[in-house]
């Protein structure tokens, strides 16, 4: 049987971090900004280890109805380069995570479950949402979310 793992008090630390902030894009877009920011980790031969990351910063609606979103890229590096924008640090302690691994197609189940789970045990995101993405191709995704709740996640972000 599949299914998708949700676990609770679940914490998350990452270092050295290079970041790509991307601020009021619509959905269409992020694929592009995605594939510029891999492009330029590759250009500049950054050493980077660990899954891809995307925070979720926030989203607001335009006058037209349009719905814009806010995102940070992450990778974690061995080294610091100065042409990124870099984290020292980011601590999650106490927020719920969501674990998906199946066929892309099946992949908006595991925010639908997420939401529900939400709703069932009355707690309430910040807006947030931190996805690793260990694998994603057109076969399989392999991606663990972790969400910050309101009121109980502590959350630190060491700059440098």
Known sequence: MK???????????????????IHQIQVYEFERYLQQFINRIQLQQVDVHG???HKLCGSTFT??????LDYTLMMQTNTIHESFSTIQQITLEDCL???????????DLSHQKLSVYLYEHEY???GELYTLFYENSEERIHAVMYVP???????TIQRT
């Open 63 to 68: 006058d037209e109805g349009d719905l814009l």
């Open 97 to 107: 995570c969501v674990e998906f691994c199946d066929h892309p197609r099946f992949f």
């Open 149 to 155: 709740l309101e009121g109980i996640t502590h959350e």
């Open 124 to 126: 309430a995101s910040t």
């Open 51 to 53: 899954p891809l990351i």
């Open 3 to 21: 299914h998708i793992k949700i676990s609770e008090h679940a914490s998350l630390q990452l270092q050295q971090l290079i970041t790509e902030p």
